[in-house]
């Protein structure tokens, strides 16, 4: 089991975007990837919305996201967010450890 949170970034102007790149250019996406617990930390942008991005970020379980929350790298999230004037949507999943179905497999072109 994992637990998946996606996040929506929302801003105006391409902040959003500006918001993701200054993420990954200044390290802390992969300060965060290098975490104990973190499974998949990755910006995506929607086809639909030039204004939001997606963060899809992963962790093994709620202690990890819990430790995350407490290290230095939250303080570096918050002051760029403010920076860049976001919103945020937040949706957690935890994941299905059975994998996907056999009926559903022969949908998906491997």
């Not at 802390?28 to 995506?44: P, V, W």
């Not at 963060?55 to 918050?78: E, K, N, V, Y």
């Amino acid at each position: 089991m994992s637990i998946v949170m996606n996040l929506y970034y929302t801003g105006q102007n391409g902040a959003a975007r500006r918001f993701a790149e200054e993420m990954e250019s200044g390290g802390t996406a992969d300060l965060i990837r290098g975490e104990e617990g973190n499974e998949r930390y990755a910006y995506f942008y929607p086809a639909n919305d030039p204004e939001t991005v997606l963060l899809i970020d992963i962790w093994r379980d709620q202690h990890a996201i819990d430790l995350h929350h407490a290290s230095p790298m939250m303080d570096t999230i918050a002051r760029l967010r403010e920076k860049y004037g976001l919103h945020m949507r937040a949706e957690r999943y935890v994941t299905d450890t059975a994998g996907i179905p056999e009926s559903d497999e022969k949908f998906i072109k491997h």
